[in-house]
Each structure stands twice: as structure tokens, then as C-alpha cells.
């Protein structure tokens, strides 16, 4: 079968407004989508109002960020990111047919085991909410013979099915034991939910934060909300493999990968600090559309 490839455009725009003049502040940016084997990166530019200078390196993810600080003062920021992305058109499920079927209980390497031991270290949560997730998660495994991946596939489209996509229903504190009993959220919910749950099983899981195609027609549950997150499980013998519960799928061709981190913080789109105390008001604007 002939490779074929997706051409996706990203143009992502933020702007701050200030009540009073910022004197200086000091910023992270995550917006350059990653380059390896299943995407490449056909161009990126950052522009920035005001201009100043900008340092790019690679974070302990392995993530491309930009850094910059401004030292005059301002009461407006706006950040653009235009980015040209190759997407790799695969099969998602290729994986799922291979000849070695996981199943729990996973056995790890000692080496193994100190590298992943991020990636299976759940949120911390009180004893009571830990146990209830995890009976959740057995739940999986039980109706699921002990399967990793059929266990996997029934957790994905259990958040997509079961679960309300509601926009400003959570925040940045929002646990996954809260997404759990009110069964609504966005897609970093139910990414973190997922993951913690995949943590609990011994699963490695990390956070993905990136854009997804939707065609423009909002047939995908994320919509208009273009900027998404899921989650990568790192399967024995296999690798590490993408899954969002927000649409219930397997990661593919609709979604473009920018960070991973161990959780929602570690690859925030846009950060920053401010060394004068205003008030904020942050608009976002992004839309991602087919290259033909």
C-alpha cells in the first residue's frame, strides 16, 4: 500500500490586553509543532507585537519552546504562531493487530521501570477518589479478560460516550476524581482522566497538547475548539500510541502534535510571568486547515 501524506496549516493567535502598562515580564511559548518520523514540519513562524528578541531550545520533554522577555513597558501582546505540518497517513490501528496481545499485569525491565516511573505516577489524590478510580479502571480489565488493548479501546470510548463535552464547566484545577463524578469536562479532562486511570493499570501515560483537524464542519466532539489535548500510552513492545477520548478515536491524520509532558502545566501553549501587578484579558484565535 503506497504512503500517503496530509498537509495541515496551523495559525494560532493569542493576545493579551492590560489594564495598565506592563513594565516587564518574562515568557514560555509551546506553539512549534514536533518533526520526527509521522510529521514533519514544512514551516513555522512566530511573530510577536511588540518585537524583541527570541531564544528556541528543547525542553526535558524533548519539546521545541521559545523564550523571550520584554523589558519596555506595554499594555497590549499578541503572539501568532503559522505553522505547515506533513502528516504520516497511517492506519491508527495498525498496532492493535500485532501478534504479541499485552495483558495485565505488565512486566517491566528494571530499566524500564526508571524510565517510565514518571508516566505511571498518578495525580495525588486523597486515598478515598485514588481507590474509586482505580475500581474503575479494574472494572475495564475485568470485563475485558485482562486485554490491554481492548481494555484501552473500551476506557477511550467510554469518556467519549459517557461523557459531556462543556466548555468553562472546569479549570486548571479540575481533578480527574472531579471529571469522574460530574462526568463532563474538555479535552484536557478527559485526557487527564484517561491518564490517570492508564497510570492506575501500571500503564505509562503521558499529556499530548496540540490542534485537531475537524474539517470545518464540527462533525468531531472538540468542534470549533481547534487547539485539543489527549493522551499517548506507551504499549509493551509497540511504543507509544495516541488516544483521545474527546472524539473516541485513535490519533491519525486529524491531529497535529506540538508537546508532551507529564501533565496539563508542562506544555501550556503560551505562559508567562509578569513583574507588575494588572489585570488581564487573554483572547485566542486558531484555526487549522487542509494544504492541497
Known sequence: MPVTTRKLRVVHTTRYTYDRPVERSAHELHLRPMGDGDQRVLSHTLTL??????????????????RFEITSPYTALTISADSTVELLDAD??????AQIRPAFPLVWTPWEQAMIAPYVRPVE???AQRQALFDHAMSFVARNDADLMETLFAINLTLFREYQYVPGSTDLSTTPHDVFVNRRGVCQDFANLFICLARLLGVPARYVCGYVYT??????????DATHAWAQLYIPGIGWKGFDPTNGVLTGRDHVRVGYGHSTLDVTPTAGTLYTTAAETMTVAVTVSEVT
Open 125 to 127: 489524590l486523597p486515598a
Open 92 to 97: 491508527p490501528f495498525a498496532f492493535a493487530n
Open 215 to 224: 474539517g470545518n464542519v464540527g462533525t468531531n466532539r472538540a468542534g470549533s
Open 49 to 66: 507585537d511588540p518585537a524583541v528578541p527570541t531564544a528556541e531550545l528543547e525542553d526535558a520533554f524533548g519539546n521545541r519552546i521559545t
